[in-house]
Antibody
Framework: QVQLVESGGGVTHPGTSLSLSCESIGLIFNDYDMHWVRQAPGKGLEWVAVIRHDGGKTTYVDSVRGRFTISRDNPKKSVYLQMNSLTVNDTGIYYC???????????WGQGTLVAVSP | EIVLTQSPGTLSLSPGERGTLSCRASQSVRSSYLAWYQQKSGQAPRLLIYGASRRATDIPHRFSGSGSGTDFTLTITRLEPEDSAVYYCQQYSQTPYTFGQGTKVEI
């Protein structure tokens, strides 16, 4: 059974940094592109970033480009999201998502809450 | 950026009825890279349909997807109380990958 376990969320203030981690269990991790998707309180889903299965390419939504960095460690079967210069608009649940390619977002973690409050 | 517009906003139906959810894209979705997700209250989303019409693993046959180009549909036949949730469409043909705003289904 596949599990994605996020950690690192919390409450912080504007302008600060947070680092999220996601560990995969039961997944052939090297075969999957990995994403972060977020959801503001009471709102819809927003794709944030992707890192390809071999770590060779990363892509970001415009609103976080230059502030967030996605990375992965394949031997540790983990993906990370370094978030700098946080704003209140970054508040939400951050989901780690695995994508086998062509079959959409197959596996989702339970999410970790990031709250940025003045 | 491909904008996805879902309708209706809310769908209120009785058990056993048929639900039809629509997703319209602002431009053609390449290779029908269109997915549908179900999100129940307090839970992470779950993949239902990918490639516009392919059911994901362990998804009941009462869920079906159709469409191509810019118009896509999720159909839920014989609704059950457990189908109460918000349903999102998503295009994964080009970045930024985008989601529709969601359709809330009330049973």
């Amino acid at each position: 059974q596949v599990q994605l376990v996020e950690s690192g969320g919390g409450v912080t203030h504007p302008g600060t940094s947070l680092s999220l981690s996601c560990e995969s269990i039961g997944l052939i991790f090297n075969d999957y592109d990995m994403h972060w998707v977020r959801q503001a309180p009471g709102k819809g889903l927003e794709w944030v970033a992707v890192i390809r299965h071999d770590g060779g390419k990363t892509t970001y939504v415009d609103s976080v480009r230059g502030r967030f960095t996605i990375s992965r460690d394949n031997p540790k079967k983990s993906v990370y999201l370094q978030m700098n210069s946080l704003t209140v608009n970054d508040t939400g649940i951050y989901y780690c998502v695995a994508d086998a390619g062509g079959s959409a977002f197959d596996h989702w973690g339970q999410g970790t809450l990031v709250a940025v409050s003045p | 950026e491909i904008v996805l517009t879902q309708s209706p906003g809310t769908l209120s139906l009785s058990p056993g009825e048929r639900g039809t959810l629509s997703c319209r894209a602002s431009q053609s979705v390449r290779s029908s890279y269109l997915a549908w997700y179900q999100q129940k209250s307090g839970q992470a989303p779950r993949l239902l349909i990918y490639g516009a019409s392919r059911r994901a693993t362990d998804i009941p046959h009462r869920f079906s997807g159709s469409g191509s180009g810019t118009d896509f549909t999720l159909t839920i036949t014989r609704l059950e109380p457990e189908d109460s949730a918000v349903y999102y469409c998503q295009q994964y043909s080009q970045t930024p990958y985008t989601f529709g705003q969601g359709t809330k289904v009330e049973i």
